[in-house]
T-cell receptor
Framework: GENVEQHPSTLSVQEGDSAVIKCTYS??????FPWYKQELGKGPQLIID?????GEKKDQRIAVTLNKTAKHFSLHITETQPEDSAVYFC???????????FGQGTILTVHP | SAVISQKPSRDICQRGTSLTIQCQVD?????MFWYRQQPGQSLTLIAT?????????ESGFVIDKFPISRPNLTFSTLTVSNMSPEDSSIYLC???????FGSGTRLTVV
């Protein structure tokens, strides 16, 4: 089955800096890679996703890149704000079975 | 993307009892997924629920412990049976339609 590794486990940045979180996956058949933000006491919120036929996708301050050959994808947050502080999860999967495998999570702290 | 409502949002239960969690979707979806998130951990898939067939369980999860119902294309339930403190977790449902999540059920077993 799919295995997703996520790094780093914690990330601390100053407000206005950029933050990058990286994930690798094992199953070359995986074709869908979402990123979730989870705030304390809440369910995961889908913030951006990318499919295997696309190399990069942007949405305002958030971007995701995918390297199918190397089987890794990354989340980039620019101009970070304190409200970006949360746990971020990557996931991979989406084949015909539809299920996702999650990375271990990254605790992002943005200091004012 | 589907909007998911989950009930209850939290509960405290006695060991040995069972709790049924409900997941309602605002549109018809083929696949629904049930996840467990243990304290401070990532999400682990429990099972996939398709309407009209038995749920498919992941390794380490069994139907006797986590029976699932999927009576129609907008609703599913997950029961956590014969609970122990180790079952204290957040339980989440999701769908293949947009891969959004409900707000989760925070379960504490005492």
């Amino acid at each position: 089955g799919e295995n997703v590794e996520q790094h780093p486990s914690t990330l601390s940045v100053q407000e206005g800096d950029s933050a990058v979180i990286k994930c690798t996956y094992s199953d070359s058949a995986s074709n869908y890679f979402p990123w979730y933000k989870q705030e304390l006491g809440k369910g995961p919120q889908l913030i951006i996703d990318i499919r295997s036929n696309v190399g990069e996708k942007k949405d305002q301050r958030i971007a995701v890149t995918l390297n199918k050959t190397a089987k890794h994808f990354s989340l980039h947050i620019t101009e970070t704000q304190p409200e970006d502080s949360a746990v971020y999860f990557c996931a991979g999967g989406g084949t015909s079975y539809g299920k996702l495998t999650f990375g271990q999570g990254t605790i992002l702290t943005v200091h004012p | 993307s589907a909007v998911i409502s989950q009930k209850p949002s939290r509960d405290i239960c006695q060991r040995g009892t069972s709790l049924t969690i409900q997941c309602q979707v605002d549109s018809q979806v083929t696949m629904m997924f049930w996840y467990r998130q243990q304290p401070g951990q990532s999400l682990t898939l429990i099972a996939t629920a398709n309407q009209g067939s038995e749920a498919t369980y992941e390794s380490g999860f069994v139907i006797d412990k986590f029976p699932i119902s999927r009576p129609n294309l907008t609703f599913s339930t997950l029961t956590v049976s014969n609970m122990s403190p180790e079952d204290s977790s957040i339980y989440l449902c999701s769908t293949r339609d947009g891969y959004t999540f409900g707000s989760g059920t925070r379960l504490t077993v005492v």
